[in-house]
């Protein structure tokens, strides 16, 4: 049974930094990739993806982003991590941290990231 567990968010002020981490435990092997998505408040926001990264360390983002995030990626500790810079409040969303094994996805509880203006 894989696991993860998400850490790092709360509240920030705009222009302010986190860094979100992401633990994996469980039965992981072979190769697999991790990377992040968001949902903002409210139901008709869509789920949107942050960041990811492959086994091989190649990374790609959502447009939004625009270069003020870095997903980073520690293989032989099986964790993640996203440092967030200058946020905005529109970054105001639910974190969720995922691995994906190439037979299933694997999500963890998310965490809340609020920045305020």
């Known amino acids: 049974q894989v696991q993860l567990v998400e850490s790092g968010g709360g509240l920030v002020q705009a222009g302010g930094s986190l860094r979100l981490s992401c633990a994996v435990s469980?039965?992981?092997?072979?190769?697999?990739?991790m990377g992040w998505y968001r949902q903002a408040p409210g139901s008709q926001r869509q789920r949107e993806l942050v960041a990811r990264i492959t086994a091989e360390g190649d990374t790609n983002y959502g447009e939004f982003v625009k270069g003020r995030f870095t997903i980073s990626r520690d293989s032989t500790k099986h964790t993640i991590d996203l440092q967030m810079d200058n946020l905005k409040p529109e970054d105001t969303a639910t974190y969720s941290c995922?691995?994906?094994?190439?037979?299933?996805?694997?999500w963890g509880q998310g965490t809340q990231v609020t920045v305020s203006s």
């Open positions: 469980g039965d992981v092997s072979g190769t697999y990739n």
């Open positions: 995922y691995l994906f094994d190439y037979e299933r996805n694997y």
